[in-house]
């Protein structure tokens, strides 16, 4: 009986779900208490958006045990520039652990797949269900190319042109409804700098 329950618990999510500001709390800090939730701020006319969207569709149905939501930026923080997305906060125990940004940039041209997203994931610990500890000194730059078969095709998905170049810095901190959280340019260059 017990194993059914904890199977139970480890395939409770498995889709993206739509949250508002309203949800946050609930959704996101007080559900990361025991589970990685992962966070996608995004807007509908960024490509990079979109692409990320069908990756995390895919990730949600195989990691059921982690909590995927999605809300758009502007709707979240009010003032989000629509060029600093998409992001993706991850959250554990409550707080934000980790933040990934993407941004689109002319001179990158890269096909992201599903594999270079659990490749990006993977040194989090959000994939390792034993692993409760996150390294909070991790601020790196990541660009990957795609996975390519001898064949010469995508082992993961049908090959895509984006320009996808996530930035990470580590965060301990939460959001709260009584933050009323606004974007601030001046913080742009930290985050963005490498």
């Known amino acids: 009986m017990r194993e059914l329950k904890e199977a139970q618990e480890r395939n409770r999510y498995g889709t993206v ?6 949800d946050w709390m609930r959704e996101v800090n007080d559900a990361s208490q025991d589970t990685w ?5 995004y807007e509908d006319c960024i490509e990079a958006c979109q692409i990320l969207d069908a990756m995390l569709v895919g990730l949600a149905k195989e990691y059921r045990a982690l909590k995927f939501v999605r809300i758009r930026a502007r709707a979240a923080v009010e003032n989000w520039p629509e060029d ?10 409550g707080e934000m652990k980790h933040q990934l940004f993407g941004h689109t940039d002319r001179r990158l041209r890269t096909d992201f797949t599903l594999a270079n997203l659990k490749q990006l994931l993977t040194p989090f610990g ?9 390294d909070s ?5 990541f660009c ?5 078969n001898s064949d010469g095709e995508d082992n993961h998905q049908p090959r895509r042109s984006s320009k996808l170049r996530f930035s ?8 709260d409804k009584h ?3 606004t974007w601030d340019k001046s913080e742009d260059e930290d985050i963005l700098i490498q």
């Not at 779900?17 to 309203?22: F, S």
């Not at 959000?126 to 996150?134: K, L, V």
């Not at 000194?137 to 730059?141: A, D, E, I, N």
Request: aromatic share 12%.
């Open 17 to 22: 779900e739509n949250i508002g500001r309203e």
């Open 84 to 93: 600093k997305v998409p992001v993706l906060f991850l959250y554990y125990h």
């Open 179 to 181: 933050d009323d959280a």
């Open 126 to 134: 959000i994939f390792d269900s034993t692993n409760t500890t996150t």
């Open 37 to 41: 939730v992962l966070v996608h701020l």
């Open 137 to 141: 000194s991790r601020s790196k730059s």
């Open 144 to 148: 990957y190319n795609s996975d390519i």
């Open 168 to 175: 990470s810095s580590a965060r301990s901190g939460a959001y």
